[in-house]
């Protein structure tokens, strides 16, 4: 099997059921899904806690879920995982139980793992903004923007495991609540 095709070369490419150019919404989500699917995947290899590596290839097949959902001209039923963002909201729990406390902002950094995940989030947060202007990718939504915050909290996690510490934002005022002030 060739990998080449040369089908493209004209700028067209195929969804099933359909050829469209190269920029549209879809192709470009789908191109964003696939970037952010090569940073996790430099992040799981860097990556010094096994909770994380292992949540890192259930993310990574997720991602191929949505990404198989954008494939095709007349949507389908979706392959993602209906679990996928009560799992991502189980594991943000689980690993802010195990970072330090926070209570400003931080700045993006710390271990060569936590450095990538936080580039993760990043492009994770482009993903959102661009699947939001693809109709039928609406019901990704809420994976999407759970996976920003998991990046976010795994970071932390592999710096508490790389026992470096976040650095705070010096100018940022306590914006982080712990759930008993939250209370009173």
């Not at 696939?34 to 949540?55: M, P, T, W």
């Not at 939504?141 to 998991?150: E, H, Q, T």
Request: hydrophobic share 40%; glycine share 6%.
């Amino acid at each position: 099997m060739k990998i080449y095709t040369k089908s493209g070369d004209e700028g067209q490419t195929s969804l099933v059921g359909a050829r469209v150019p190269k920029t549209d919404h879809r192709i470009e989500a789908m191109g964003d899904l696939d970037e952010l699917n090569s940073f996790i995947g430099l992040a799981r290899s860097k990556a010094g806690s096994i909770e994380v590596k292992e949540q890192l290839i259930v993310i990574q097949h997720a991602l191929f879920d949505c990404g198989s959902d954008l494939m095709y001209a007349v949507p389908k039923e979706s392959r993602l995982s209906k679990d996928a963002t009560h799992d991502l909201e189980r594991w943000i729990d689980a690993l802010t139980e195990l970072a330090p406390p926070i209570e400003k902002f931080i700045l993006p950094g710390g271990t060569e793992a936590a450095s990538t995940l936080h580039v993760a989030r990043t492009v994770c947060r482009r993903v959102e903004r661009r699947l939001l202007r693809v109709e039928e990718a609406k019901h990704l939504i809420p994976f999407i923007n759970r996976l920003s915050d998991y990046f976010f909290t795994a970071a932390r996690y592999e710096n508490a495991v790389g026992h470096k510490a976040d650095i705070e934002y010096v100018r940022s005022a306590h914006v982080f609540k712990r759930k008993e002030e939250n209370n009173e």
